[in-house]
């Protein structure tokens, strides 16, 4: 077994191949994954189609609605598709197939059937994305019973998680970041290295402060954890990777160690999972807190376009660290 | 209705031919600003595709509305947006037609009946639709135009719209752009049946094929079915066949696309047939020239003050989100 440099596009694409070719009854279908592109913005399905052929990968037409809803069907009827919806943005077209169907048809009809599907639709501020190509909107899936919800930070958790969500036998949606898509990282080439779904990932040790993220802002914490060290701060930086469920053991043990906790999320902080996660800690850790719980999100405002306010509106590795600092200077 | 032997028809080309040559000169000069790094988001190029918008906006009033999609600069200009500001709006500066909000997914100009470009797919359709009974309830003599993408009469709500519009008898006019992609996709090959006249006929609704490259036909057809609609009519669609010149996207490297197909259609692009035909009728060839002239200079000046024109201050990314709440929105400190 080796280490392999690859773009996270790659590193999902190899997942998928993998899977594929363990099992027969594992498919894809979406937009543009066939063509000479695969899939058009990073080279996601490319090949596939050579190798598995067109029942296998299955380019549909722009038909959002039939393409989670024919994913839910075929999940019943025994396969196990992988729904490509592209962007979480017009995987809002497809919110009541997910939603209704997907997430309820196990429990509203007695535990008979299961529904393992997987449901990519990327996340994210890209560049100039713009109100209706940037949005992050893992919230509205973690708030849904019956859905797992998972975000890849680097190309080894998305090749390990892709492999996990496949697996599973209920629905899973998996969120990829844009702007992640062609960065590079370490991945395994052993087929049989999968990522726990459930289980969040230490990226730093630290003791004087929690910085719990997911997706890319925990790149971004990472970096943060840099400045903050030249500081003279020790930041424990943890990347959720799965956000239902989510790790709370890990969580836990990590705050009762550092007495203090920072969630750093990309998508509207208003409502947003960071909420979740705070509320959490704050009902069940509160003896073991060193100052109030923060956190650091979007405000509440559509993703404007220009530079300028784009930049306004990012949370950034500086507002990571300059938040975190606030839980050094208050109470 | 269009009276192609009136003797001021030239004349009525010409000023099309002027509207179409904004256009390609629009989109080349974007490309430009896109390519030097000035564009902060993508843009879709509607290159080869320009007599469509022009001919139907040409028989469009003021007070009409349009909606379109992302591929929609074309759409703007022909109803009349003004160029210097969509190029502010790509380029997210002060003066641009969403004040930069919204980049070119996102152009609109309500002032002059331009409802939206939008980012996502078929929604102007349903939109279109509300507006349409909008112009009804409020008792205005206008009707709407929905722009719509070959690709996209595969998503159900243009079948939710076409039915819709034609029971409540609708003064709205589909348009279906049929410029043989979808993304990387060929329509073709997602796409059942005879295509979209045979989709929008099933609905009862008149439909007709028209060649998009050829601007006078367009121009024709749509006066025809847009004074239809406005007698009272109902819904009309005109199925318009073109081809996409350029990549869908602007970073699109278009490695999916059999060799030659760009060439030979560019050879049956728009704007040199109907320079042709305006030079067989009367038309100089240095009024032509002096139209290209004037076009590109209107918007390479148009590029030159969005370079110029200050980028807005970020703290506007907090204006406009709505009237309430506004002490909650969780500015960055
Ligand atoms: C609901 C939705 N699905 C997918 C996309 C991504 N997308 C943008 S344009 C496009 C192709 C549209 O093809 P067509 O309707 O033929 O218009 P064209 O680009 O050819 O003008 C796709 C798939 C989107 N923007 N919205
Ligand atoms: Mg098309």
């Known amino acids: ?331 | 209705m269009t009276n192609n032997t009136a003797s001021n028809y030239p004349a009525r080309i010409l000023e099309m031919y002027k509207t179409m040559t904004l256009i390609r000169a629009f989109e080349e000069i974007a490309e430009e600003a896109f390519d030097a790094g000035l564009v902060n988001g993508s843009i879709h190029q509607y290159i080869g595709e320009e007599a469509i918008g022009t001919a139907v906006c040409a028989n469009l009033r003021k007070t009409d509305f349009i909606l379109s999609n992302h591929r929609g600069h074309g759409h703007a200009i022909a109803k009349g947006a003004n160029p210097e500001a969509m190029m502010k709006e790509l380029l997210g500066k002060v003066g641009g037609t969403s004040g930069g909000k919204g980049g070119s997914m996102h152009i609109a100009d309500f002032s002059v009946g331009m409802l939206g470009a939008n980012g996502v797919l078929a929604d102007g359709l349903t939109m279109g639709v509300g507006a349409a009974q909008a112009l009804v309830l409020r008792n205005v003599d206008a009707i709407v135009t929905v722009f719509v993408g070959d690709g996209t009469t595969n998503r159900g709500p243009f079948y939710e719209s076409l039915n819709w519009a034609m029971i409540y008898e609708l003064p709205i006019l589909f348009v279906c752009e049929n410029n043989t992609y979808a993304s990387s996709t060929s329509t073709r090959k997602v796409t059942a049946g005879p295509g979209p006249v045979a989709r929008a006929e099933a609905f009862g609704m008149p439909a007709y094929d028209v060649d998009g490259n050829d601007v006078r036909e367009v121009d024709e057809i749509a006066s025809k079915i847009i004074t239809n609609i406005r007698n009272g009519g109902g819904p009309q669609f005109l199925h318009a066949k073109t081809y996409r010149i350029k990549g869908h996207v602007s970073r699109d490297k278009m490695l999916y696309r059999p060799e030659g197909e760009t060439e030979a259609n560019w050879k049956n692009e728009p704007i040199s047939r109907c320079a042709d035909w305006l030079i067989k009728n009367g038309i100089s060839e240095a009024e032509i020239n002096s139209t290209n002239a004037s076009a590109y200079k209107e918007i390479r000046d148009a590029l030159e003050a969005a370079i110029a024109a200050p980028f807005p201050d970020g703290k506007l990314a907090y204006k406009d989100v709505q009237d309430l709440g506004n002490r909650y929105l969780g500015e960055h400190s």
């Open chain 1, 1 to 331: 077994m080796s280490m392999i440099t690859m773009t996270q596009a790659a590193a999902v694409r190899e997942g998928l191949a993998e899977e594929m070719r363990r099992d027969p009854l594992v498919w894809a279908l979406g937009e543009d994954l066939s063509t000479a592109h695969g899939g058009t913005s990073a080279d996601q399905y490319l090949g596939l189609i050579d190798e598995f052929g067109d029942k296998r990968i299955v380019n549909t037409p722009i038909s959002e609605n039939t393409i989670m809803g024919a994913a839910v069907g075929a999940a019943v009827a025994g396969t196990r598709p992988v729904a490509d919806l592209r962007m979480a943005d017009f995987g809002m077209c497809a919110v009541d197939e997910l939603v209704n169907q997907a997430a309820k048809i196990r429990y509203m009809f007695g535990g008979q059937a299961r529904v393992p599907l997987v449901v990519r639709q990327a996340i994210g501020v890209r560049k100039g994305g713009a109100a209706q190509h940037s949005q992050s909107t893992e919230a509205w899936y973690i708030h849904t019973p019956g859905l797992v919800v998972v975000a890849p930070a680097t190309a080894s958790d998305a090749k390990g998680l892709i492999k996990s969500a496949i697996r599973t036998d209920d629905p899973v949606v998996y969120m990829e970041h844009k702007d992640l898509w062609l960065a590079e990282g370490q991945v395994s080439d052993n087929p049989n290295d999968l990522i726990d779904i459930g289980k969040a990932s230490i990226m730093r040790q630290g003791s004087d402060l929690t910085i719990v993220s997911w997706s890319k802002m925990a790149l971004l914490s990472l970096q943060a954890a840099d400045q903050l060290k030249s500081e003279g701060i020790s930041a424990e930086i943890i990347n959720l990777r799965s956000l239902w469920p989510w790790d709370k053991d890990t969580i836990y043990k990590s705050v009762s160690k550092t007495g203090r906790l920072l969630v750093a999320q990309e998508s509207v902080q208003v409502a947003g999972f960071g909420a979740e996660i705070s509320a959490d800690i704050s009902e069940n850790l509160n003896h073991s807190l060193k100052t109030y719980v923060r956190r650091i999100g979007a405000p509440r405002t559509p993703v404007p376009y220009s530079e300028p306010m784009e930049n306004e509106y990012r949370v950034t590795t500086t507002r990571i660290i300059k938040k975190a600092k606030e839980l050094f200077s208050a109470p």
